[in-house]
């Protein structure tokens, strides 16, 4: 194939691609699809991105602009997180506020995309087009994992339960617990009792006190009264908040919590 007409061949290949329900390519598949040299592909990518058909999200990945995109420069994280976290070769769901709206929790839609991954860290992602977040954690129950069907295939997302629990455990980086407590609200009319105990069975205590604290602060007391089931007498105190420096405060004895910060309502 020639150099000159490559240019043709590359954009008739991402209507292909289109076709089929995916958004995203990578460099080496390009590369492999196309026998020239690698800089004559680079050049080709750059006119495709001049023309907004095309744009970077990773090193040697991309994402393919649909026309009613082109405005934004970008497509819904959505429509590429699966493709590229296997590019990346790493475990990942979709959580925390992000998941929440797409449980129905869409009180305050986010302003950033945010992922859970494996360690190590993930560089977030932040431009004029583009935010997502990645959070790691150690590793997680598949069973608390559901996947959300998109136009482009299924993307992994956490459960209502293991969101709530997500929001509670990242609550110092996503601002605050007075922001998280506004989501519980609309989230908890998806969290099942049952599901939600499985959960608590893996987390740590810590965690589910300050969410059944939560709970019963919203007066979703069957919540609450189902993650008190995994407390007993030997149950520390904690802080509510890790973001206060305030240690100390008056101890919710219910909940064994230190209320070391004013919930708003």
């Keep these: 194939m020639r150099n000159k007409s490559t240019y ?21 598949e390009l590369k492999a699809k196309f026998e020239i040299s690698e800089k004559a592909i ?22 393919i602009i649909p026309p009613q995109y082109i405005d934004r420069g970008m497509i819904p994280p959505m429509l590429f997180i699966n493709d590229m976290m296997n590019f990346l070769n790493r475990k990942y769901y979709v959580g925390l506020f992000s998941a929440a709206a797409l449980h129905g929790a869409s009180h305050q839609q986010p302003m950033e995309f945010q992922v859970i991954t494996q360690k190590p860290a993930l560089r977030d992602i932040h431009n004029p087009k583009l935010a997502v977040s990645f959070f790691t954690q150690s590793e997680w129950n598949q069973n608390h994992i559901i996947d959300v069907k998109t136009e482009s295939g299924y993307v992994k997302v956490s459960s209502a339960e293991l969101t709530a629990f997500d929001m509670v455990r990242y609550h110092k980086r996503t601002g605050g617990l007075n922001r998280v407590i ?11 009792p049952a ?9 740590k ?17 069957a919540l609450a009264h189902t993650l008190k089931k995994t407390m007993n007498e030997r149950t520390k105190a904690v802080p509510l908040s890790l973001i206060h420096s305030k240690k100390a405060g008056k101890i919710n004895e219910e909940w064994k919590i230190i209320e070391n910060m004013t919930i708003d309502f």
């Design 42 to 63: 680079l050049q080709n990518i750059f006119r495709l991105k001049n023309k907004k058909q095309l744009a970077q999200v990773r090193k040697e990945f991309y994402v």
């Design 182 to 192: 506004t989501i519980l609200e609309d989230l908890s009319e998806e969290i099942k």
């Design 8 to 28: 043709n061949y590359i954009e008739k290949y991402l209507v292909e691609i289109q076709s089929k329900g995916r958004y995203s390519l990578t460099l080496s």
């Design 195 to 203: 599901r939600l105990y499985k959960v608590a069975g893996t987390e």
């Design 205 to 221: 205590q810590s965690n589910t006190q300050r969410l059944a604290y939560l709970f019963d602060k919203i007066n979703k007391k």
